[in-house]
């Protein structure tokens, strides 16, 4: 075999390949329309390579960085700046709670170089370089997690005496942005040349003047679908000028019928003459909501569509969010599938995890931070997964509006291990996203899926349900090989939350009947503290209704209320770095015990991904731009003393600037003098 003639070293190259794909990854964004943002994250060493190219005035200073939910106060930035002499200086920079610049004395902007060439008369080209760590120890700056980060930038006018003080949100003299995106994401799956699309949109939807409705179609699949396709990728197709109206949108496969062939229809999936077979179309195919770029499989997987036993009907639902009450907006938007006739090993699927689609549960007002919590109980894990279990390889978080941080974890032998979770999220971003490790689900373990909601902003309880007004907590996770289990989500037990309303009534005097429905006993309430930690804790203790569901809407055997909620012995608790005795511990050690990895590794891995991850970083840092900057190849450079571990620094300088550090002088590149530009 071939493996068998290669020598020990090019065995070990052809490794340190393999494993510098699985954990780096390099991506490319536009900030506005004169930044573009290139980075590289390195899982293993929780590093990320940053590259910063703007267009300025020769007095301009520029700033990129990150902050919480896209605020300008709070933001950690690198920041590149010129003083009044001409020279050029990066600074390590925060805002304060005025969005005044604060220079951080700690610098985290490791190994900084820049240059610039003119481009039109008073315009310049900058670029500049940096490195910084994922998490930098410093209480001031950023910790870069998985999920939504929002990256923030700022371009303001010069020259300048001293960057610190320089209020960034002063409009009449800083132009600043804000973009959410996964910045520790994972790079797509490219597509073979079988790769076709083909979509399924509605046709010429008049959107009523109202702020929330759902539009149902039903579509019959082509020819081609005679035969077993699989997707592999799917993505967004919107209308132009639709962007900010289309919230979410799902695609069910419809069954089979004993007599006679499916309804092709088209209308408002509330309205009383829709056929009723459509409420039948339950399995899901595709999700897809606002933000979500394309989702691409893993290459072991597909979703199934075609074939003999497929009956060709599917239903699309498109949720319209429309809070101004526009009228006039046509719309055929929907979702694209990416297609082969090449099947891969395994089917996938997708499966609903968090709180039923009811308003049995609430937030209250006023409040900061209140959790609402789904379970997918051991009991329905034990009937609906088979014995080996399944992949989960990717997620898709949901609420509404008031949504401010989601988690998934996996609750096996009394320990709880993360699935996905996003600390910043946003429900203007909802991607449905490739998990950076597979995850193994066994049966009889429980999926407990957690949202947290600000509601600071409202009066009146937040009641579960459809409307953007209402709020949901849903995790769809994509997994293969795809099983019957297709629901398995739970609500706080009725009978329970009426024995609540009773003693509220009861005890407080409160305006609480139990002839009342669900939602007018919310709304007699009178919310205040004592209330809404009463209510939290009702919900954490009491016992559950359960929706553990087949694709064609049929219950699992077994009793599926009043069902206790299992017993959490060890919580998750995200691993902080820099409090743990070994700096160089694996952050994702959460993962540990429900990690799914189909390829064989040995413990030279690690080090054969650190001996190369030197000429990884000289590869990055090589300028993307070469051909543009051919006339101009001398870097200015930053010669502070780094924050990564010494060696690290060396080697990185080393790489970086292909040149010897002498004291604190200037280093000279060529013709030209560095340290100003």
Excluded at 154 to 159: C, Q
Excluded at 373 to 381: D, E, K, L, R, Y
Excluded at 621 to 638: L, R
């Amino acid at each position: 075999p071939f493996y068998a003639r290669m020598t020990n070293r090019a065995y070990l190259f052809l490794l340190c390949l393999m494993l510098l794909v699985k954990t780096s990854s390099q991506f490319s964004l536009k900030l506005g329309k004169q930044i573009l943002l290139d980075w590289e994250v390195d899982r293993i060493e929780q590093i990320a390579r940053i590259q910063v190219r703007a267009t300025l005035g020769p007095q301009d200073w520029v700033g990129v960085g990150f902050s919480d939910y896209g605020s300008l106060t709070g933001a950690d930035m690198c920041l590149l700046w010129r003083d009044w002499k001409g020279g050029t200086k990066l600074a390590d920079i925060n805002t304060d709670e005025k969005s005044l610049v604060v220079e951080d004395v700690k610098n985290d902007c490791v190994g900084a170089k820049w240059r610039k060439k003119i481009v039109a008369d008073g315009v310049e080209e900058v670029e500049y370089m940096y490195s910084r760590k994922l998490d930098t120890c410093d209480e001031m700056d950023y910790k870069i997690l998985e999920g939504t980060t929002h990256i923030v930038w700022a371009l303001g006018r010069g020259p300048l005496y001293g960057i610190s003080g320089v209020n960034i949100s002063d409009s009449a003299t800083v132009d600043t942005g804000m973009t959410r995106f996964r910045f520790l994401g994972v790079s797509l799956e490219s597509l073979d040349e079988s790769v076709v699309p083909y979509s399924i949109t509605s046709k010429d939807v008049e959107l009523p003047p109202v702020d929330t409705m759902y539009w149902c179609s039903v579509h019959k699949l082509d020819n081609q679908f005679e035969s077993k396709h699989h997707v592999v990728q799917y993505e967004a197709d919107i209308s132009p000028g639709s962007e900010d109206v289309v919230h979410h949108m799902e695609v069910f496969h419809c069954p089979s019928q004993e007599s006679g062939e499916f309804p092709v229809w088209s209308g408002s999936c509330s309205d009383e003459n829709a056929p009723k077979e459509l409420t039948q179309c339950k399995k899901v195919l595709a999700a897809w909501a606002i933000g979500a770029g394309p989702f691409t499989y893993p290459e072991q997987t597909g979703m199934a569509i075609g074939g003999n036993d497929f009956h060709p009907f599917v239903m699309l639902e498109v949720h319209y969010n429309n809070p101004d009450k526009k009228s006039g907006i046509i719309d055929s938007s929907g979702i694209k599938f990416h297609i082969t006739p090449n099947l891969r090993p395994h089917d996938a699927g997708i499966m609903e995890l968090g709180l039923i689609y009811n308003n049995w549960m609430a937030i209250p007002p006023h409040a900061t931070q209140f959790p609402l919590t789904g379970t997918c109980v051991p009991q329905c894990t034990a009937v609906g997964l088979p014995q080996k279990g399944i992949v989960v390889f990717g997620s898709q978080l949901h609420t509404h509006g008031t949504g401010t941080q989601v988690q998934t974890t996996v609750l096996r032998n009394g320990k709880e291990h993360l699935l996905n979770e996003d600390r910043h999220y946003s429900t203007h971003f909802q991607e449905i996203r490739v998990l950076s490790k597979q995850v193994s689900v066994l049966p009889g373990d429980a999926l407990i899926t957690t949202c947290k909601y600000s509601t600071t902003e409202r009066t009146n309880i937040t009641l579960g349900g459809f409307g953007f007004t209402e709020e949901m907590c849903v995790n769809y996770i994509h997994y293969y090989p795809r099983v019957q289990l297709e629901v398995c989500k739970s609500s706080i037990d009725r009978k329970q939350l009426y024995d609540y309303f009773n003693e509220l009534n009861v005890d407080e005097d409160q305006n609480t009947d139990s002839n009342k429905s669900i939602e007018d006993n919310y709304h007699s309430i009178c919310w205040n503290k004592k209330r809404t930690n009463e209510l939290k804790q009702f919900y954490q203790k009491g016992t559950l209704n359960m929706q553990c569901m087949m694709g064609g809407g049929e219950s699992f055997p077994g009793r599926w209320e009043n069902i206790p909620q299992p017993h959490v012995k060890e919580s998750y608790k995200l691993s902080n770095p820099c409090t743990e005795e070994s700096k160089h511990k694996d952050n994702d050690d959460a993962h540990s015990d429900i990690a799914y990895d189909p390829l064989v590794t040995n413990t030279e891995e690690d080090d054969t991904h650190r001996m190369m991850s030197l000429r990884k970083k000289k590869n990055f840092f090589g300028n993307s731009y070469a051909d543009d900057w051919s006339d101009y190849t001398n870097w200015g450079v930053d010669k502070r003393t780094s924050n990564l571990p010494e060696k690290h620094h060396e080697d990185t300088q080393s790489h970086l600037l292909n040149t010897k550090r002498s004291g604190m002088e200037h280093v000279h590149m060529g013709k030209r003098r560095l340290g100003s530009m």
